[in-house]
């Protein structure tokens, strides 16, 4: 759609299980981001990474752990979760990492038993 | 904490008429932006206003910015079923590297 692709698109996992969510971007973007938007609650930013390094953890739980190979690729790893964790996920990318558009992927909507 | 704040919370009207939604925020900004998501999906940018700029035009969009009342307007003219859709506000405050995104406005064009 916008350039920004993310698999999967859903996933149910249990609260011991360990996944993994991946984020490309094919728009030559140096930052990336992980959003996590919950039903009723404004999108709230989780990680930022510009040319592969972590500005920004918004005190996001330990259980939730991000990696950045390359600036094209991220990936939000999963572990122990609990059912609050249950939200659509979302990647997005942009050229800097201060002021500009950002392009979001479809998201992946994650359920947590 | 949540910067901007949309309003209406919910909007339904009949296509052919104009949608307006408004969006408040608390400190300066660098720029603010207009988001479209569609049920369950991504979010697609639709405009940015920089923080020198009063007014800005995109097709069927007019966004406004008032920074001495710090806040904006998405007018959306002639509206289409294709619209409905949530409309989120964003900011980045000066100084900041953050998107800030408010709760949204969720818009319903009634064929």
């Known amino acids: 759609e916008t350039g920004v692709t993310q698999t999967p698109r859903h996933l149910v996992m249990g609260m011991t299980n360990k996944k993994s969510l ?3 971007q094919h728009l030559g973007h140096n930052a990336m981001y992980w959003y996590k938007q919950s039903a009723k609650k404004p999108l709230e930013l989780m990680f930022v990474y510009n040319f592969k390094e972590q500005t920004e953890n918004n005190s996001v739980p330990s259980r939730f752990s991000p990696e950045c190979p390359n600036s094209s690729h991220l990936f939000l790893h999963l572990h122990t979760l609990q059912p609050e964790d249950s939200a659509l996920y979302l990647c997005a990318s942009s050229q800097v990492i201060r002021t500009d558009t950002q392009y979001f992927g479809p998201g992946t909507r994650l359920t947590v038993l | 904490s949540q910067q901007g704040e949309e309003d209406p919370q919910a909007l339904s009207i009949q296509e052919g008429e104009n949608a307006t939604m408004n969006c408040s925020y608390k400190t300066s ?11 369950g999906r991504g979010l697609v940018h639709l405009i940015l206003i920089r923080s020198n700029e ?5 097709g069927r969009l007019r966004v406004t910015l008032d920074t001495s009342k710090k806040s904006s307007s998405l007018l959306i003219t002639a509206s289409r ?4 859709a949530s409309y989120f506000c964003a900011t980045i405050m000066s100084g900041s590297e953050k998107l800030v995104f408010g709760k949204g406005t969720k818009l319903t064009v009634n064929p």
């Open chain 1, 22 to 24: 991946k984020c490309e």
């Open chain 2, 29 to 39: 900004i660098n720029n603010l932006q207009w988001y479209r998501q569609n049920s």
């Open chain 2, 54 to 58: 009063r007014e800005k035009h995109s």
């Open chain 2, 81 to 84: 079923a294709a619209d409905t």
